[in-house]
Each structure stands twice: as structure tokens, then as C-alpha cells.
């Protein structure tokens, strides 16, 4: 069965840092394109990022660019997400979804919360 | 930037047939899928590329693009569809992009 688990998740204050990581099985993470999707308390999804299988190609949305890194470790079969200079409006449920163009699997969620 | 409409809410009643809409400038050029997202819940994909549906999914789910309108209908729709819908396009300069969500009522 496949299976997404994500981490990291924290109340974290206003221009802080956070990583989160993704951890999958019942499948060969380093086959498949990875993405970062977020979803505001009570609003809709909004994709964030995007990392090819091999690692070499990086999207971002233009909220996050500049300020988010995502990467994959493909011997651990994990995704992560750098968070830098977090913002109230950063507040939110990260996912981790596999795929490109279509999200076939997602994680559980695990809650960011930036506030002082 | 390219963007999606969904209406806000859609009402059905049990086993009727549901009809939800994502419409975006010449969506029907683009593939369009669509999430089921249960209170409390991650996102479900339900439809791929306009009508497909993955293995698990219901057969009273269906999907259609043509035009600026992909819509997503539930036949013989059961209480336990009420949830929101999202639909999802992908587009080559913007990538991802998703619908501000429909919230599905089953009366």
C-alpha cells in the first residue's frame, strides 16, 4: 500500500525557519515526480512545489519562491521542504503528493502555524 | 496567471445526480482531474485526465473537458459523497493550478 507520512510540523514565530520531510513506502519514492501542496485553515489547496525523480529539476508557486527549498534524499526515500522566512500567511496544512500533473497519492498533512 | 471558478456550493439530493463545474480559458485544451476532500481529510483524486478514474473509485463518478468548462458528475449520489471538490488543471507556464473548491451538499 502506498503510504505518504509527513513531519515537521510547528508553531514557529514570524520570520523563522522550519523543515518539513515526507517520508513514503509501498513504493520507490526515486521513480516518481514529488510536490508540496498547502491548504490554508478553512480555504482551498494551493500547490507550492515541484522536484523531478531525479532531483535536478525545482518549481515553486510565486508565494514561496525565494524563501522555500524542497529536495529528496532518494536513499531514504524522503521529501523535504525548507521553509525560511515564514509569514503569518504561511499558516497552513502541508501536503506531500506524488506525481506531476495529477496527484494520484497524499500524506496525512502536518500543520504549520506561524504566530508570535 | 491562469485560474479556475468553481461555485462556491452544489445541493443534491440522495441518489440524484450531481453536477460540478471548473471553468478556465480553453480548459478544455488542457487535461483537468478533480480531488474529493472529506472534513478532516487529505484530498482524494476521484478523476485524471478529464475522465478517467483511478482504480477504487466508484463508477458514479465521471468526468468531462471540452471548451472553458470541466465538469465532474456524481450519478445516484450516496451521503457519503458530501465533501468538497476541488478540480486541478496543469498548465505549462503556471503548472499546477486549482479551483477554489465546491462544497458538495447532499440534502
Known amino acids: 500500500e502506498v503510504q505518504l507520512v509527513e513531519s515537521g510540523g510547528d508553531l514557529v514565530q514570524p520570520g523563522g525557519s522550519l523543515t518539513l520531510s515526507c517520508a513514503g513506502s509501498?513504493?520507490?519514492?526515486?521513480?516518481?515526480?514529488m510536490n508540496w501542496v498547502r491548504q490554508a485553515p478553512g480555504k482551498g489547496l494551493e500547490w507550492i512545489s515541484y522536484?523531478?525523480?531525479?532531483?535536478?529539476?525545482?518549481y515553486y508557486a510565486d508565494s514561496v519562491k525565494g524563501r522555500f527549498s524542497i529536495s529528496r534524499d532518494n536513499g531514504k526515500n524522503s521529501l523535504y521542504l525548507q521553509m525560511n522566512s515564514l509569514r503569518a500567511e504561511d499558516t497552513a496544512v502541508y501536503y506531500c503528493?506524488?506525481?506531476?500533473?495529477?496527484?494520484?497519492?497524499w500524506g496525512q498533512g502536518t500543520l504549520v502555524t506561524v504566530s508570535s | 496567471s491562469y485560474e479556475l471558478t468553481q461555485s462556491p456550493s452544489v445541493s443534491v439530493s440522495p441518489g440524484q445526480t450531481a453536477s460540478i463545474t471548473c471553468s478556465g480559458n480553453?480548459?478544455?485544451?488542457?487535461?483537468a482531474c478533480w480531488y474529493q476532500q472529506r472534513p478532516g481529510q487529505s484530498p482524494v483524486l476521484v478523476i485524471y485526465?478529464?475522465?478517467k478514474r483511478p482504480s477504487g473509485i466508484p463508477e458514479r463518478f465521471s468526468g468531462s473537458n471540452s471548451g472553458n468548462t470541466a465538469t465532474l458528475t456524481i450519478s445516484g449520489t450516496q451521503a457519503m459523497d458530501e465533501a468538497d471538490y476541488y478540480c486541478?488543471?496543469?498548465?505549462?507556464?503556471?503548472?499546477?493550478?486549482f479551483g477554489g473548491g465546491t462544497r458538495l451538499t447532499v440534502l
Open positions: 503528493a506524488r506525481n506531476w500533473q495529477f496527484f494520484d497519492h
Open positions: 509501498g513504493f520507490t519514492l526515486n521513480n516518481y515526480e
Open positions: 522536484i523531478s525523480s531525479g532531483g535536478s529539476t525545482k
Open positions: 480553453k480548459l478544455g485544451d488542457k487535461y
Open positions: 485526465h478529464n475522465n
Open positions: 486541478q488543471a496543469w498548465d505549462s507556464s503556471t503548472y499546477v493550478v
